[in-house]
T-cell receptor, first 108, second 112 residues
């Protein structure tokens, strides 16, 4: 089983849609969780950290379920500029471990 | 946030040659890592660059192939040795300060 698994997509959604990405991780000792965004031919950039209580940043909501070892990212009111690959990232006493990413295309 | 630069930004190299990639940070950071992202793949950790000592390599990566230096807290190099087309990839340094981590812009390597 891979350490971090994501649905690769692509997700093709119209502007204004709500879209959710899921991620599972295998290491129950993982302590920190993140969503990164990677635009084409660019380096990944931190989108948001994921906290146990769930957290929201504008149109983005992240959730963590430690019992199920499951992380989610919800994007509301999708914009064209949200088109990118979204990477699920976990870490414990180790460097960051990345999922393969979920590709999102928001269509006008 | 830290400002990170990588040199070169891209290169095209011949099989059998070596390339050294530099990563420079504008502030002292605790940890520096080297990742590889092959076409269509996610990021794979190559090694942790340890300041003043040998790097810590992940399974599947060895020092002879990917020698790493980190002479101080703001600079590290990764060398890709005896290159083959399979080494064509984006190489990224990741720096970690207090509770934050940032990627360098990456080095896009093509081996012919």
């Amino acid at each position: 089983r891979k350490e971090v698994e994501q649905d690769p997509g692509p997700f093709n959604v119209p502007e204004g849609a709500t879209v959710a990405f899921n991620c599972t991780y295998s290491n129950s000792a993982s302590q920190s969780f993140f969503w990164y965004r990677q635009d084409c031919r660019k380096e990944p950039k931190l989108l948001m950290s994921v906290y146990s209580s769930g957290n929201e940043d504008g149109r983005f909501t992240a959730q963590l379920n430690r019992a199920s070892q499951y992380i989610s990212l919800l994007i509301r009111d999708s914009k064209l500029s949200d088109s990118a690959t979204y990477l699920c990232v976990v870490t414990g006493n180790t460097p960051l471990v990345f999922g393969k990413g979920t590709r999102l295309s928001v269509i006008a | 946030s830290a400002v990170i630069s990588q040199k070169p930004s891209r290169d095209i190299c011949q099989r059998g040659t070596s390339l050294t990639i530099q990563c420079q940070v504008d502030s002292q950071v605790t940890m520096m890592f080297w990742y590889r992202q092959q076409p269509g793949q996610s990021l794979t950790l190559i090694a942790t660059a340890n300041q003043g000592s040998e790097a810590t390599y992940e399974s599947g990566f060895v020092i002879d192939k990917f020698p790493i230096s980190r002479p101080n807290l703001t600079f590290s190099t990764l060398t890709v040795s005896n290159m083959s087309p399979e080494d064509s990839s984006i190489y990224l340094c990741l720096v970690q300060g207090y509770n934050e981590q940032f990627f360098g812009p990456g080095t896009r390597l093509t081996v012919l």
